[in-house]
């Protein structure tokens, strides 16, 4: 070990002076003699000298830079975490675009009370930083749930798979559904499902529970959903469960004119913009719990009344 530093030491200086092509013949040199890896060898040569990185600035003369305080201190946290709850545990890049707005709002009705240099922060403050700060909040509230898609054998050849060049995604009326099961992981047994339909130009969501996935309760829910839309339906998107993947439906579509594309089997991401929506609109609002019968589906019914006024014209809306 005393030799190969004793190496190292002779040679260091010469490394460092030394040009590209005189370096690398170095460098060959200090391998061979040391044994040591070619990427190691080049550091050590380029440090030898140097000291330790805590004294290399002091030798060279550099100042340290200070370290600042704390910019955003429990004032501002406080004020972030009471907006964050407010807007229901959104993303930092959907809370800097309505931070203004909302801001405003809270004030005005006496929401929340905030000092002018806590104010300016919240107003200049990113988008990472909010992530940053709220991230042990956000870390309280992960779930998990369990898929219940079964898939449609029959049909399949007649409903063509989905492929972006084929649909104009610029203008609303072209949506993605599935269903979300409220199973409480326990497939067995009878148990409430949540029609979700996503407009994927606009972001626009309804929602509508129904008793079971059969294909009468299913497709009777997507006709009240598509009397809802403030647009004309265009075109429908579904993954390949046979809730969806049925005679019935696609006569439907074919006898109003809808465009009826599925998606690839097992391939999540194709449907990416509603299965956003069953976690944002379904999980964070209705849970991972087990929910049945006539009661239940009543009670999840008018929640879903008035929370798609809230999500779809109070909150703002980030695509994937």
Known sequence: MAERRAVVRATGRRYQRGRKKEKQKILDELVELTGYNRCYARRVLRQQGKGPPGQRKEKAGK???????????????????????????????????????????????????????????????SAATIDRLLSPERRKHQLRGRARTKPGTLLKQQIPLRTFSEWNEQRPGFVEIDLVAHDGGLAAGEYLYTLDMTDVYSGWTEVQAVQNKAQVWVFAALKELRAKLPFALQGIDSDNGSEFINDH?????????????????????????????????????VGYQRLMGPEQLALVNELYRHLRLYANYFQPVMKL
């Open 249 to 285: 439906l696609l006569k439907y579509c074919q006898h109003e004119g809808i465009t009826f594309t599925r998606s690839r089997p097992y391939r999540k991401n194709d449907n990416c913009f509603v299965e956003q929506k069953n976690y944002t609109i379904v999980r964070r609002h």
């Open 63 to 125: 100042r340290r830079r200070p370290r600042s305080g704390k910019q955003y201190d429990e004032r501002v946290l406080a004020a972030l975490r009471r907006i964050w709850l407010i807007l229901d545990f959104i993303c930092g890049k959907r809370m800097v675009a309505v931070m203004p707005e909302v801001l405003r709002r809270l004030e005005y009705f006496g929401e929340l009370k905030c000092d002018s240099k806590t104010r300016e922060k919240l107003l200049k403050i």
